[in-house]
């Protein structure tokens, strides 16, 4: 009525095969948890390598914000041109000043706090 079974390297049964399933499922699962590493590592590299070249460009590139308190006689020109980067219109950095200081017109008063946005300053 009952049917032994005996394990010993001789007897191809059903109870040897299970072992070399699960070692090839063992196996299988070993290669995707090192592939999924080694995808990981390289993603977290390239990461890494982004931020420093964000980092990088952005020290370069730098835009400074200084507040200036206007004397008697200061214009916008002349403000301007001591914080004029190399190549770039007066009269445009003028409306960006204007802009960034949400002034309705060019007149100032001698003791007016401004702040002007620049990336190079021209003098000291």
């Known amino acids: 009525m009952y049917k032994t079974i005996t394990r ?46 964000a980092s990088f460009d952005s020290g370069s590139n730098k835009k400074e914000i200084e507040t200036v308190i206007v004397q008697d006689g200061d214009t916008l020109w002349s403000i301007s041109e001591d914080y004029l980067s190399g190549g770039m219109d007066p009269r445009k ?3 960006k000043i204007r802009e960034f200081n949400n002034l309705d017109d060019i007149m100032l008063r001698s003791g007016q706090e401004i702040k002007i946005p620049f990336e190079d300053k021209k003098k000291d």
């Open 8 to 53: 010993n390297r001789f007897n191809k049964n059903k109870l040897n095969r299970p072992r070399k399933v699960k070692f090839e499922k063992l196996l299988g699962r070993l290669l995707v948890l090192i592939s999924f590493i080694f995808l990981f590592s390289l993603l977290v590299t390239f990461i890494i390598n982004n931020i420093g070249l």
């Open 93 to 95: 950095y003028v409306y």
